[in-house]
């Protein structure tokens, strides 16, 4: 994080954002395939200026990464680990939700025993982190951090507490739409993928430069949960349903893992 104050003012960054936006259109009327993927060195989102990959990725041996990577099975995730209601003292203050979904790939088969874990902030926006320390509550019946494996049928499902957004350093006033961060392990850190899920309707997306280093609006929109009111459980809590595509046209977005 930059430890000069920023100074762009929201309308500033909403203008580059705008000018990526058009330039991506002319593209697309050009003929250029689209791209769905986050960019790497977007600038409205100032700090992807200067950690952007500059090399090409580094292929390792995959043989002596198994070496040193964690082993998990089964037994090694308790079913309660997906419930980020379920604490010590107390339940966490907030809008109670499931967030639900599958993990598949191109063709919509179920991607099983995939370790999904999630981060987040709780209900007044603050992380339980020694980085965040804007003037929020910390909730000490809440972590903010949760993780379960795929079914056989690629199905994750977590219960827990609608995020709020929070101020960042990107430019003056700031501000994070609501999200979850995801994380889907692979079988290795190499091939761990991450990303961020948003919440349908929320007016800071039009304004947020991580949603919108993915230039391309219909692959961003992949990342905003769809409200299901099948999911939504009577006198409990409401639902949201998110699917994960990891590959082909329609994968989800996934961006470099230190993102705020
Ligand atoms: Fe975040």
Redo the contacts with the bound molecule.
Sequence with gaps: MSTTPPTATQADVDAEISAASAAYDAELRAGTAPRTQPRLDYAPYRSSRLRHPTKDLHHADPESIELVAPVFGHRDVAVDEADLTIQDGGEPIGERMVVAGRVVDADGRPVRRQLVEIW??NAAGR?VHKGDQHPAPIDPHFTGVGRCLTDDDGGYRFTTIKPGP?PWRNHHNAW?PA?I?FSVFGSEFTQRMVT?VYFPGDPLLALDPIYQSIVDPRARERLVAAYDHDLTTHEWATGYRWDIVLTGSHATPMEQEDD?
Aim: charged fraction near 10%.
């Design positions: 987040q902030a992380y929070y994070r999200h961060h961020q705020a």
